[in-house]
């Protein structure tokens, strides 16, 4: 049995590392910019002025007699040349509960599909991509390579005086998808902030105040909430991107375990007295990641189970755990009605999913939370035998599964969850048989890997 002071020094280990995962939670950056001059100064070096080539949009028009040559604008543009091309624009609709909806009180701007134009804006050679690699793709030994792909998506011009788009997440189009990039041409306008929030952290990009013609852009996870914010005059003229992630490489990346966060987990974890019986150490996640339809998942090379690219603090931490050599899960974390015995009140509480991919995923946001407590929940572990590293942060209400209310595009096949890391501690006693019934389904080989990325939607 533990005595008095074997549970004193591990409550120490423990809060310890609780404040220091509260504190490098911070130090994670959730969205990064940049911008690439457009002023054609013959002495600025190619570094300095990586957009040497005006920026060039192509598109089919909507009337077929009109000449391709009058289908053409260059970059920096103004109101008069974008006039065409605005004439053949469509209006730009956003996704709820699973349809598309055109709606101009949540989103009003004009849209082109990438069957219907082309580019010759290059986000990798423009440096973007290399940016984006670094500061929202976390480190990777060497001996991990990760594939990072950037599919242009929609062009979208946001007109003023009313040109905008409400609050909303990026609709995940594959468990690959981490993130999403806007990238804004020169073209005079005021207003129509991208304003990106996480965590209570806010950041506007307010590309309309540029003092001089440039290609500016910002990338983002896009499960952050964002909104394009009234355009009150001229025309933003944006190209969107998803962003997809693929590690290659198996091996848990050995250089994490050189800091103080992978000593402190180290100390925890190998004290003997910490967990004598087995359980899991849990952490509310810091992002939400795609949650899909088992079926979809067959339908695609994706393994059912398998874990999307983990962001920030969340790719740390199992990082640190798998490399110290512990198992680790991601379960979505689900918020659900239940009744007391003897109670007619019912109160929402927690409970983990078993899996991050169930069975009868449906366009319809309000079922898939009682889809999800049917489907698995009974089986699963209990939140109250998990010791948990920090709170789940969101109001009970809110610890729904899916919360793609809003998103930029309709989808049945993804939702995004709110999810914890489980890190599964042996304890003494407890069998180490790899298949002892820990109530969860095992993840597929060494995540975070996804054996085939299923790149695209
Ligand atoms: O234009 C922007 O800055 C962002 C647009 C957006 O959020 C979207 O298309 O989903
Ligand atoms: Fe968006």
Not at 88 to 99: H, N, S, V
Not at 295 to 308: E, H, I, L, Y
Request: some cysteine; glycine content about 8%; overall charge negative.
């Amino acid at each position: 049995m533990a005595s008095d002071s074997d549970h004193d020094s591990t409550t120490e280990l423990l809060d310890e590392f609780r404040a220091i995962i509260a504190r490098s939670q911070k130090d994670f950056l959730f969205t990064c910019s940049g911008s690439l001059s457009c002023d054609n100064d013959p002495k600025a070096s190619e570094d300095a002025n990586p957009v040497k080539d005006p920026v060039t949009i192509r598109w089919d028009p909507s009337d077929a007699s009109t000449p391709a040559s009058q289908c053409k604008i260059t970059f920096p543009a103004d109101s008069e040349s974008l006039s065409a091309l605005i004439g053949d624009m469509q209006q730009a609709t956003f996704g709820l509960g699973g349809k598309d909806v055109l709606d101009e009180s949540y989103r009003k701007a004009l849209k082109l599909d990438t069957t219907a134009f082309s580019t010759n804006f290059c986000p990798y050679t423009a440096g973007i991509m290399d940016t984006v690699s670094r500061i929202l793709v976390p480190s990777v030994s060497e001996n991990q390579t990760c594939i990072v792909r950037a599919e242009l998506y929609k062009l979208n011009i946001y007109e003023g005086p009313s040109g905008h788009f409400r609050s909303h997440v990026d609709t995940p189009r594959s468990s690959s998808q981490f993130g999403s990039l806007v990238v804004c041409l020169p073209a005079a306008h005021s207003g129509g902030g991208l304003v990106v929030s996480h965590k209570g952290k806010t950041i506007n990009f307010d590309w309309g105040s540029a003092t001089s013609p440039a290609v500016q852009w910002a990338a983002f996870y896009s499960d952050c909430e964002h909104e394009v914010l009234q355009v009150l005059s001229g025309q933003r003229v944006t190209l969107t991107y998803n962003l997809y992630a693929c590690k290659t490489s198996p091996e848990p990346d050995k250089a994490v375990l050189n800091t103080p966060l992978a000593k402190h987990l180290e100390a925890l974890l190998s004290n003997d007295k910490f967990m004598p019986e087995g359980g899991f150490l849990g952490f509310h996640a810091a992002h939400a990641y795609p949650h899909s339809s088992r079926s979809f998942q067959a339908n695609t090379k994706s393994a059912p189970g398998g874990v999307p690219p983990l962001k920030g603090i969340d790719h740390v931490l199992w990082q640190t755990a798998t490399a110290l050599g512990f198992k680790c899960f991601l379960r979505p974390v689900i918020g659900y009605e239940a009744y007391e015995d003897g109670e007619d009140e019912s109160s929402i509480v927690q409970g983990i999913g078993q899996r991050l991919a169930f069975d009868t995923l449906g366009g319809e946001v309000e079922c898939l939370a009682d889809a999800l407590r049917d489907d698995y929940l009974s089986k699963s572990i209990h939140p109250e035998d998990v010791e948990w590293l920090n709170h789940c942060g969101r109001k009970n209400q809110e610890v729904a599964l899916a919360y793609t209310a809003y998103g930029n595009q309709a989808s049945t096949e993804y939702v995004y969850s709110y999810c914890a890391i489980l890190i599964q501690v042996q304890g003494q006693g407890s069998e180490t048989d790899e298949d002892s019934d820990t109530g969860m389904e095992v993840e597929p080989a060494s995540p975070p890997v996804i054996s085939s990325a299923p790149f695209g939607g």
